[in-house]
């Protein structure tokens, strides 16, 4: 199997895990926020963890957004560099 492909084998397979771990660390509070009891006057802190982990999932989409394009971007300028050297003041 060439590099490229394996590189992209191991991107993804990541991202799984990284999902199914944040899908796991969402789900437990739940369950255990449903068991405890609170007052009617005091703050539930069920929307305080929803409200983190949604904050943690886009910061973590828009960083992994990021490192794609930058990474896409980066080899298009190599290979642009490749081709023509005197375009690498402009890439």
């Not at 609170?38 to 943690?56: E, K, Q």
């Not at 886009?58 to 490192?67: E, N, R, S």
Request: aromatic share 6%.
């Amino acid at each position: 199997m060439n590099p490229a492909g394996l590189f992209k084998r191991r991107v993804i397979l990541t991202l799984v895990v990284v999902m199914a771990l944040l899908a796991i660390s969402a789900v437990f509070p739940v369950y255990r926020l449903a068991a405890e009891e609170t007052s009617p006057a005091s703050p539930s802190s069920g929307s305080a963890t929803a409200g983190l982990i949604a904050a943690a999932l886009a910061f973590g989409f828009g960083a992994i957004g990021a490192g794609i394009a930058i990474g896409n971007v980066g080899s298009a300028a190599m290979g642009a560099i490749a081709e023509k050297p005197e375009l690498a003041s402009q890439a």
